[in-house]
């Protein structure tokens, strides 16, 4: 158990680390750019580490952390909205922000009953709203990126930048699964209890899940030069050209555009 119990420790420093540093990362890409949707995107990363810090370091209540969870939510379907639905017409994405915001409303009165007399039949209930909760958010975040990424697949634009909308696509759909292995779990022991096997096995895949998801939308967004020559291997670029994050949202806002009413809604 002592070993378990090490491995936990590192699982959960990486967990907390990689989620801290993203939401760092991001806030100052904000500052440095001035973007609308950069600033919602940092706010839900920022917040999304600071619930899991709060839930794993610090002993207040868990509504705590079921409320800034909520509210990184919704900030990551304005996220989703202003980066691939701004010029659209359709109503879709204000219908999507809805149905978030009425889900947060049922996944804080799911937590806070859970609170007050815990039960198998409202632990299983909880997991599974969280799971549709979780994945109108983060399916609806793949979706839009891989409709971004099928209209621009046949452009003539440097690979890295179609791989930014191929990796934040998968890795979005792979994170809408995470809360489907909490079942695993027995509904009486506390999330992330080394003590118990089962727990701990469920944190590790759950915090892996978690981690692949922040370092793909990290290495996405803010990709290194060594990554994008790594992409643009073989691609005779006709000027090379450095975009800037607003040029970058410009160049994909106008191939949407270009791309017909196909894939829309």
Known sequence: MDFLFLLFQAFLLVFLGV???VGIFFSIRALQTRLHHIIYGSVSFTLMAISQII????????????????????????????????EKKSSLPFLILIVTIINSLIFFVFNLLRDIADSAPLYYATIVHDFIYRSIIFGWLGWSSLVAYKKIKDQNIEPWIKARYKIVSSVSFLICFERIVRIFQPWYQEFGDPNYLESYVVFGIISIMAIIFAVG????WFMPGWFKRFLNKGYQAVVDKEYSEEELMDLIKREL???????NN
């Open 257 to 263: 555009s270009n791309g017909g009413t196909n894939g």
């Open 19 to 21: 989620y801290l540093g």
């Open 55 to 86: 839930a794993f370091l610090f002993t207040f209540p868990d509504i705590i952390e079921t409320i800034l969870i909520s509210i990184a939510f919704v900030m990551c379907v304005i996220f989703t909205n202003l980066t691939f639905h701004k």
């Open 217 to 220: 939308f990290a290495l996405a």
